[in-house]
T-cell receptor
Framework: EDQVTQSPEALRLQEGESSSLNCSYT??????LFWYRQDPGKGPEFLFT???AGEEKEKERLKATLTKKESFLHITAPKPEDSATYLC??????????????FGKGTKLTVNP | GAGVSQSPRYKVTKRGQDVALRCDPI?????LYWYRQALGQGPEFLTY????????KSGLPNDRFSAERPEGSISTLTIQRTEQRDSAMYRC?????????????FGDGTRLSIL
């Protein structure tokens, strides 16, 4: 069964204090690993898709990386507006299989000014 | 452009009643997904459609849950004979095309409360 584990569950940072969020996964044939940001009362907002080990993607203060077992979301010099829950999801399976996403429980990030 | 639209935003109903939740995907998006999200958890897959065809319904909890997308656009998730354990946030997502790797764009959900 495909599984996604995110750590830590919650993270508090001071503004400007860089850190990383972890997403460990076990899947049968990774087709894509997705990062989402979710603000309170809102639906998840798409950030990145990573497809293969060694791939990296960046967006403003965020950089996502992927290995064969885990993905990291690096946050450089965060600002209070980066406070949100960050969700990791995997899409897995054989060709023609389901396109469903399997999500982790998320990491709640709080950035204090 | 407009995002994924879900209605109603909130639904409160008594145990045993049927409910219908509506999802209007982003215009032109051919794939539509239903998820359920408990507080403090990530979304959990229920079912999805490519165009009007239901591709995978393995996540539907039991036969009280059903979904349709008759014209390949708007979708309805129906829960019959609701139970208190059905209370949750129901989220809909859509993607531009079929196949792996397509970002799924989520709506703000319907909060369902069963009394």
């Amino acid at each position: 069964e495909d599984q996604v584990t995110q750590s830590p569950e919650a993270l508090r940072l001071q503004e400007g204090e860089s850190s990383s969020l972890n997403c460990s996964y076990t899947v049968s044939g990774l087709r894509g690993l997705f990062w989402y940001r979710q603000d309170p009362g809102k639906g998840p907002e798409f950030l990145f898709t990573l497809y293969s080990a060694g791939e990296e993607k960046e967006k403003e203060r965020l950089k996502a990386t992927l290995t064969k077992k885990e993905s990291f979301l690096h946050i450089t010099a965060p600002k209070p507006e980066d406070s949100a829950t960050y969700l990791c999801a995997v899409q897995a399976g054989t060709q023609g299989g389901s396109e469903k996403l399997v999500f982790g429980k998320g990491t709640k990030l709080t950035v204090n000014p | 452009g407009a995002g994924v639209s879900q209605s109603p935003r909130y639904k409160v109903t008594k145990r045993g009643q049927d409910v219908a939740l509506r999802c209007d995907p982003i215009s032109g998006h051919v794939s539509l997904y239903w998820y359920r999200q408990a507080l403090g958890q990530g979304p959990e897959f229920l079912t999805y459609f490519n165009y009007e065809a239901q591709q995978d319904k393995s996540g539907l909890p039991n036969d009280r849950f059903s979904a349709e997308r008759p014209e390949g656009s708007i979708s309805t998730l129906t829960i019959q004979r609701t139970e208190q354990r059905d209370s949750a946030m129901y989220r809909c997502a859509s993607s531009l095309s079929t196949g792996y790797g397509q970002p799924q764009h989520f709506g703000d959900g319907t909060r369902l409360s069963i009394l």
